[in-house]
């Protein structure tokens, strides 16, 4: 593993040589900011014990020696000695010769089309899943991956989806309620509350934050139509950029505004755009819905039109058939979306029969941290 430990920069960097050849340089600074002691982190809960204005802002390594597979510094002025094992180095090491073009995604993510999905959906039956963690890991890494699953066996009745979300966090309330009916309406105050077809959307993204995850659950569905779509906005998102990286890029530094005002008492509003990048270019949110886009006000009248055409381009690839994976739901039968990546739609249905669904919203950092949770707990029994 470590071969070599050598001090440059008067102490202030430390370069680590490995057995494969690669060399990691660490600054000495960051080394006593993650020192793993018990006078830095708590022993029991792993938090960290002291503040930045703790350490000197002079900190350099004194003294280096890698000894059983253990680095073991000595930070100056403090005297201090602290071990690292070569393992946690590796797994840290944050130098790294790599250039993320604007859009990248991390290794969990898998973009995915008609032509890789439609046939593998994702799904794992209720009891299985509440039975068995491995089903429930496999079910959880699935919607991290793809950012959808299907879940059968439901009970067909009011609040079952509840179960769904407290399988791996909680339901993120708000002014719709717990949950929220999806069926047709007279004097619907959403346009979901009626038989149209619905263009793929994600929900809600006049709030900020925008709910990370959905569900919906089908009670009764005995109308001719209203199949249910999913569209992996990455990968339709990638798309455009592949296609035209100025359509990308307007998309993604221009905020759009959104706005609810449908119900009396609530006028929600939000300002973020319709591709969402980090600050270091990583590709976090999409928020598409016709419904309830404002009028865009943050794009300078001179990028107005391109600005446009790349609205409407985005669209377009949203609504080509090679992205869109159909189902029906069946009365017991759930799906999740990641609303921060997979767009649903809903085909039109006629006026016979019934349809009606629940919906309700979830946060997405409770179920990655129940994954990584069960994903530990696994390790460890095989460890
Ligand atoms: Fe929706």
Partial sequence: MLTTARLSDDGRVIELGWKDGRVSRFHAIWLRDNALDDKTRSAGNGQRLITILDIPAETRIGAATINGGVLEVTFAPEGKAVSFPSSWLRAHAYDRQQAREPGWTGGDIERWTKATMQDSVPRATYAEASRDSDVLRRWLAAVRSFGFAVMDGLPAESGALCKVADLFGYIRETNYGRWFEVRA?????????TNLGLQAHTDNPYRDPVPTLQILACIENTVEGGESS??????????????????????????ARFEYAGSSGVRLQSKRPMIELGPDGELICIRFNNRSLAPAVDVPFAAMDKYYAA???????IEDPAFEVTFKLEPGQSFIVDNTRVMHARKAFSGSGKRWLQGCYADKDGLLSTLAAIEHGFKEAAE
């Fill in 185 to 193: 309406e007279v004097n619907p105050n959403n346009l979901a509350y």
């Fill in 311 to 317: 609205y409407r381009r985005f669209a377009e690839l």
């Fill in 230 to 255: 999913v569209v992996d906005g990455f990968a339709v998102a990638a798309a455009l950029q592949v296609e035209n990286p100025d359509d990308f890029r307007l998309l993604s530094s221009y905020p």
